[in-house]
């Protein structure tokens, strides 16, 4: 039995799960994929894997954990909204770990945008190459509005984003697999040799490195549109 139970393959997730193995407690920690279980210590018990509500019930029921802590991605609303409904079920303790928000004078010159659509809509009112930094599962959205050629895309280094890519008809060499976050001599120096016009993120905040994102991008005059966060 896991005497806690902490969801999230995020910084936080990581962060969470390794202070509380090593002050003794017994924690299993479940992530989505065996690119996130890499990245955890070896030695902390882990299920890999997506979950749906039924089997997250299913999940919290057999662990019978005494508190579980929720370490998802800002943007994983339904996820969180599955693990709160599934702990009030359970009648076990839930805590939620919120990622802060991003900070800095530079929030105020970026396009805000509430959704995907809104980015992949307000890309086609642009012109010039395109960098995308929200995760290769949203790719389709912007390839339905916007011509594939003039995206390029950064993502985390495993297959099934390398998959999704090709779906969404994002050239080979369009495609930026790497583990971030980045720095801004980095990210200028991307934006520099791809000739970036237009740079899409999510606030994902300091952990996201979204500043180290978007500062280079607006002293190169590139246009910024930033997907906001859901509200908790």
């Given at each position: 039995?896991?005497?806690?139970?902490?969801?999230?393959?995020?910084?936080?997730?990581?962060e969470?799960?390794?202070?509380?193995?090593y002050?003794?407690?017994?924690?299993?920690v479940?992530?989505?994929?065996?690119?996130?279980?890499?990245?955890?210590?070896?030695?902390?018990?882990?299920r890999?894997?997506?979950?749906?509500?039924?089997?997250?019930?299913a999940?919290?029921a057999d662990?019978?954990?005494?508190?579980?802590?929720?370490?998802?991605?800002?943007y994983?609303?339904?996820?969180?909204?599955?693990?709160?409904?599934?702990?009030?079920?359970?009648?076990?303790?839930?805590?939620?770990?919120e990622?802060a928000?991003?900070?800095?004078?530079?929030?105020?010159y970026?396009?805000?945008?509430a959704?995907?659509?809104?980015?992949?809509?307000?890309?086609?009112?642009?012109?010039?190459?395109?960098?995308?930094?929200?995760?290769?599962?949203?790719?389709?959205?912007y390839?339905?509005?916007?011509?594939?050629?003039?995206?390029?895309?950064?993502?985390?280094?495993?297959m099934?984003a390398?998959?999704?890519?090709?779906?969404?008809g994002?050239?080979?060499?369009?495609?930026i697999?790497m583990?971030?976050p980045?720095?801004?001599?980095?990210?200028?120096?991307l934006?520099?040799?791809?000739?970036?016009?237009?740079?899409?993120?999510k606030?994902s905040?300091?952990?996201?490195?979204?500043?180290?994102?978007?500062?280079?991008?607006?002293?190169?005059d590139?246009?910024?549109?930033?997907?906001?966060r859901?509200?908790?």
């Amino acid at each position: 039995m896991a005497e806690i139970v902490v969801f999230g393959g995020t910084v936080e997730g990581r962060e969470t799960a390794v202070r509380l193995k090593y002050a003794g407690k017994n924690v299993t920690v479940s992530v989505t994929s065996e690119y996130a279980r890499a990245l955890l210590p070896q030695d902390i018990d882990c299920r890999v894997g997506a979950l749906d509500r039924d089997g997250m019930a299913a999940f919290l029921a057999d662990a019978r954990p005494d508190k579980v802590i929720d370490c998802t991605h800002p943007y994983a609303v339904r996820a969180t909204e599955n693990i709160k409904a599934c702990c009030t079920d359970l009648n076990i303790p839930y805590e939620r770990v919120e990622r802060a928000p991003s900070e800095g004078d530079w929030i105020n010159y970026v396009e805000h945008v509430a959704t995907t659509q809104q980015a992949a809509e307000a890309l086609v009112r642009t012109e010039g190459n395109i960098l995308l930094t929200t995760g290769s599962h949203t790719l389709k959205e912007y390839a339905q509005e916007v011509d594939a050629a003039r995206i390029w895309a950064r993502m985390l280094p495993n297959m099934e984003a390398l998959r999704l890519c090709e779906e969404a008809g994002i050239p080979p060499s369009h495609i930026i697999a790497m583990q971030g976050p980045f720095s801004q001599a980095f990210n200028a120096a991307l934006y520099d040799q791809l000739d970036i016009k237009v740079m899409v993120s999510k606030d994902s905040g300091a952990q996201g490195g979204v500043a180290e994102k978007v500062i280079p991008a607006l002293e190169r005059d590139i246009h910024v549109i930033l997907i906001d966060r859901p509200k908790e």
